[in-house]
């Protein structure tokens, strides 16, 4: 398997960093960034109310491909300070609605020291992405029968 990075800003270069560390084959690639910051840092939405760069980046690709939304849920400084966690891995939230492709994030994600929970399909990734309710949330995962 090769996973594509599309972004190779601050959170796309941890992550290819994290995943190569853990052996994965991957393909980076630069792309409009969705989001916009102005000089004092703060970060504003480019994409039009409603729409999310998971569905943009579903409408790129080819028949057959398999696409899954999961690591822009996290800042890189977030991301890098919450892998690994001990006792208990934080959860990493993604989107799919490919089951092989829920299987490979599952992966990537374990492979980053996360915990993967999924939230749904591609028509949910905006929920990872900034100003969705579950971008830069950081929690241990929920037990069953806890």
């Known amino acids: 398997m090769t996973t ?3 972004g190779t800003g601050g ?7 994290q995943l190569a560390s853990g052996g994965e084959t991957m393909r980076l690639s630069s792309a409009d960034n969705p989001l916009s910051a102005d000089a004092h840092g703060n970060v504003s939405r480019l994409l039009p109310e409603g729409q999310s760069s998971g569905e943009v ?3 790129w690709l080819p028949a057959g491909a398999r696409l899954a939304t ?3 849920t996290l800042s890189a400084d977030l991301f890098e300070s919450s892998s690994n966690r001990s006792p208990e891995s934080a959860v990493l939230f993604y989107a799919t609605d490919d089951d092989r ?3 490979e994030v599952e992966q990537l994600i374990r492979t ?3 915990e993967p929970v999924k ?4 028509e949910q990734s905006g929920r990872l992405e900034v100003g969705g309710d579950l971008h830069d ?3 241990a995962p929920q037990r069953r029968g806890h």
């Open 70 to 72: 999961a690591f822009g």
């Open 57 to 59: 980046v579903a409408g």
């Open 101 to 103: 492709a829920d299987e």
């Open 112 to 114: 980053t020291g996360f």
């Open 137 to 139: 949330l950081v929690v």
């Open 119 to 122: 939230i749904g399909g591609i």
């Open 4 to 6: 594509a990075i599309i």
């Open 11 to 17: 959170i796309g270069s941890v992550i290819a960093r």
